[in-house]
Structure formats: C-alpha cells, structure tokens
C-alpha cells in the first residue's frame, strides 16, 4: 500500500471552506455597515459581525491544530508566516499614510473652505494635553508591557508573561473605553469639515486596529494558558506584539499632527 510521505518542509493545506465563507460575512458586514447609515439600524450589522467573529473562531481553530497538535508549521513555513505579517503591515503603513498625507495637505494648503485657518473656523479642539496625553501614555505602557510578556516567554516563565498579556489586554480595552468618551465629549462631527472628517476617519480607523490588536492578545493568552506556546513556538503571539508595537507607532503621529500640531 502505497504511503504518503511529505519530503518538503512545506505545509499543503487542504479544502477549507472558511475562505469563501469570510469572505461572504465581511461582504455582509459592509452592506450591513451602509443599512446602519441610512436607517439607523444597528441589528443587521450587529448579527453579521457576530457570524463574522463566529467564522474566524472556526478557522483559527483549524490553523492552531495544524501548527500545534499536527505540526504542520515547520521553520520554512514560518520564515513564510512571518514575511506574510511582516507584508501585512507594511500595507497597513499605507493604509495609514493615505490618511495623513490628506490631513497634512489639508492643514498646510488651507483655503476658504476651511477660512483660511486650520482647525476651520468653529472646530473646537481637544486639549492634547488632558485624555489624548493620557490615551498616549497608556499605549505606550502597553508597548512596554508586551516587549515584558515577549522576553517572559523566551525564557519559559509563563507566570510572568500571563501578568504583562493580561495587563497588556487591559491598557488597551482601557484606550479604546477612552476613546469612545472622548467621541462623546466632541463638539463636531463626521460632518463638520474636511478635520472632522479625517478626525474620525483617522483615529475610527485606529481604534479598529486597537480592538483587533487587543483581540489578537487575548486568543494568544488564552493559548497560553493551554499550553500551546513555548520559548521556540510563539509566532502566533510575536505577530500579535508586532501588530501592537504597530498601532502605537500610529498612534503617536495620530497624537502629534492631529491633537498637538493643530491645538
């Protein structure tokens, strides 16, 4: 009988029907998030961003067999997961450099849309030195708190690398409750300008990245916790610090040109 043997270091994955089942839940998601604006109604995107976190639970559950318990994610497969992350972010750099490079052409070329001033007349800033200040030091602890889970989980002391995760999960639920306040305590909108449209397009944007990163933390703690981590076998938890460390880099540009430049 003949036997399958694999005599490459590579991982051929199987059928998987997650794929094109994501792919459907964020089309959903997209077209429930456009119902939302024009009618105020929250359920649709509500249950389509539920079965959308419900299909990514499904597949990174089969991705954690294949790589702890089937040992399918040799070294050459994760020089690739990494260079594939590493692509991630790079793109992601994009994503955000679009967004400064219009707020910057917004500010530095002002004209009389704006009255010729930036802010534009009737914009009320933030003060960066109160919440904004505070949203920095707290992101920045953070950084600081997963580099300390990252050296505990290379030299095996697990104890201490749940402390840093855990604190480092509740710094950043702790930055985006704040964030939500500070939508809250504005005096303009979405609406109101070409600043209030980046503003919240901005730092909307990066509060996602923030909730996803603190997500990313969290499967990786629970992980943890289950053993599925080690000193030579964490890629699943180094993505997810280098994700991190990624969002607070934003967030300091985000801090200097859109609260302290423009004050």
Not at 74 to 97: D, P, R, W, Y
Not at 106 to 124: D, F, H, K, Q, V
Request: net charge negative; with cysteine; glycine share 4%.
């Amino acid at each position: 009988m003949k036997k399958s043997i694999m005599n490459h270091p590579f991982h051929m994955v199987t059928n998987s029907p997650w794929p094109i089942v994501t792919s459907f839940a964020l089309l959903n998601s997209a077209m429930s998030a456009t119902i939302m604006f024009h009618s105020s109604n929250i359920y649709y995107l509500a249950f389509n961003f539920l079965t959308l976190i419900i299909v990514i639970y499904q597949w990174w559950r089969d991705v954690i067999r294949e790589s702890t318990y089937q040992g399918m994610h040799t070294n050459k497969v994760l020089e690739s997961l990494k260079l594939g992350m590493i692509m991630f972010i790079a793109s992601e750099v994009m994503f955000f450099f679009s967004f400064f490079w219009s707020f910057f052409h917004s500010m530095l070329a002002s004209n009389t849309e704006t009255g010729n001033e930036w802010p534009p007349l009737n914009i009320e800033m933030f003060n960066p030195y109160s919440t904004p200040l505070m949203n920095s030091i707290i992101l920045i602890s953070s950084g600081v708190t997963v580099t300390w889970a990252h050296m505990c989980i290379l030299n095996n002391n697990k104890k201490e690398c749940s402390k840093a995760m855990s604190t480092t999960i509740f710094l950043g639920i702790y930055f985006s409750m704040l964030q939500l306040d500070e939508y809250d305590m504005t005096s303009f909108s979405i609406s109101d300008s070409v600043y209030g449209s980046l503003f919240f397009l901005m730092t909307g944007f990066h509060g996602i990245h923030v909730m996803v990163g603190t997500f990313m933390l969290y499967v990786s703690q629970l992980r943890m916790d289950n053993n599925h981590l080690s000193s030579i076998h964490h890629f699943g938890f180094e993505s997810a610090s280098w994700y991190w460390h990624f969002v607070d880099v934003v967030w300091l540009f985000l801090y200097i040109s859109i609260y302290w430049w423009s004050y």
